[in-house]
């Protein structure tokens, strides 16, 4: 028999996949604690957390309709939240080398056999002196999001994402070939 907490929980994400903004509300701050601590655990230090937080939420939104059972919910999100800051944390590893240089040169096709180590610490620098949207749009690019899915995530319109993406390959492009 199920509890009055499970039941209320199956309430409430039933208010939410019918669109319920309060509804969504409510959830967002009773799992908030959980998830944010959950973040913080396994990426301490880093200065995106918070959005990684925000990026579990989403994530969960989306993915809602995908939940088979409400009671698993708890478990669910704290899944969704481990992977996200994991993700994070195994992009933060090939950020700024691998991925910054695929955007920087990715126009030219230019053979990675000639880049060398100073270009990376080139590309690094430049990569740290962004503003934080721009290493937001740059990681979410990385891991393949759509410019419509970096969109939703940085709430920028699509066109503002493609004109960010194109100054950042003219910044990091320069940082290369300097």
Request: hydrophobic share 40%.
């Given at each position: 028999m199920p509890t009055s907490r499970e039941v209320q929980l199956?309430?409430?994400l039933e208010r939410v996949q019918a669109g319920d903004q309060q509804a969504f509300e409510v959830l967002y701050r009773e799992f908030f604690p959980g998830v944010r601590r959950t973040v913080y655990r396994l990426a301490p230090g880093?200065?995106?957390?918070?959005?990684l937080v925000?990026?579990?939420?989403?994530?969960?939104?989306?993915?809602l309709r995908r939940l088979r059972r409400s009671s698993?919910?708890?478990?669910?999100?704290?899944?969704?939240a481990r992977n996200e800051a994991l993700g994070a944390l195994r992009?933060?590893?090939?950020?700024?080398?691998?991925?910054?240089?695929?955007?920087?040169?990715?126009d030219e096709r230019?053979?990675?056999?000639?880049?060398?180590?100073?270009q990376l610490e080139a590309v690094a620098k430049a990569y740290a002196?962004?503003?934080a949207l721009q290493r937001r749009i740059i990681r979410y690019a990385a891991q393949g999001l759509s410019d419509r899915e970096i969109s939703i995530r940085t709430d920028c319109s699509v066109a503002s994402v493609k004109l960010?993406?194109?100054?950042?390959?003219?910044?990091l492009k320069t940082a290369v070939q300097s």
């Open positions: 199956k309430e409430l880093r200065a995106d957390c918070e959005q925000q990026d579990v939420f989403l994530k969960a939104f989306l993915n698993s919910f708890p478990g669910w999100l704290k899944a969704i992009l933060a590893k090939r950020v700024p080398e691998m991925c910054l240089l695929e955007s920087a040169v990715a230019v053979d990675r056999g000639r880049i060398h180590r100073d002196q962004l503003p960010h993406k194109h100054r950042l390959r003219r910044v």
